[in-house]
């Protein structure tokens, strides 16, 4: 925890940057003072964010890996329906300097599921969590993509 090194055989997981960037990018947001201290966070931030290379995980596919491991390389499983990795895809799409394409969201949206449950229809994804995670750095209200206009709901409706 000190030296910044990895643990045990741990991955580079591909949710976890996605956290770690929203909590920086919110810190960035936060210090905002014209003091060197805070222009070095924000500047930071910035160059941080920018190393991200979003099209990497693709792992030459469409959708984005759950991670990557030097010992055998991608992790066979990607990021695709509705879940916690709605940030991923945000992070990467508004990347400066590696963004997805557009057909990496469309692999991702690919298997969405509207269902009922107890009288009310929603874009479905199992556990709470992976409704909460996204919306606890993004305000959803009246973000819609194609399958929510569809739907004639947002992301901020469904997960309420």
């Known amino acids: 925890m000190k030296t910044g ?6 991955e580079l997981s591909t949710i976890d940057s996605a956290f770690l960037f929203a909590g920086m990018l919110t810190c960035a947001a936060y210090f905002d003072a014209d003091t060197q201290e805070e222009r070095e966070i924000r500047h930071l931030v910035d160059e941080l964010y920018g190393r991200a290379n979003w099209q990497w995980a693709l792992s030459g596919g469409a959708a984005v890996s759950h991670g990557w491991r ?5 992790i066979p499983h990607t990021w695709r329906g509705y879940d916690e990795a709605l940030l991923v895809y945000l992070h990467g799409l508004g990347s400066p300097t590696f ?4 057909e990496s969201y469309t692999a991702y949206c690919s298997t969405y599921r509207w269902k009922q449950i107890y009288g009310r229809e929603l874009l479905y994804s199992g ?4 409704h909460q995670l996204s919306h606890l750095w993004i305000d959803f209200r009246g973000i819609r993509d194609a399958f929510m206009r569809e ?3 947002d992301y901020f409706e469904n997960g309420r």
């Open 99 to 102: 963004p997805l394409p557009p």
């Open 151 to 153: 739907h004639g709901s």
């Open 127 to 130: 556990l709470l969590f992976t």
């Open 70 to 74: 030097p010992e055998t390389g991608f």
């Open 5 to 10: 090194r990895r643990v045990r055989q741990c």
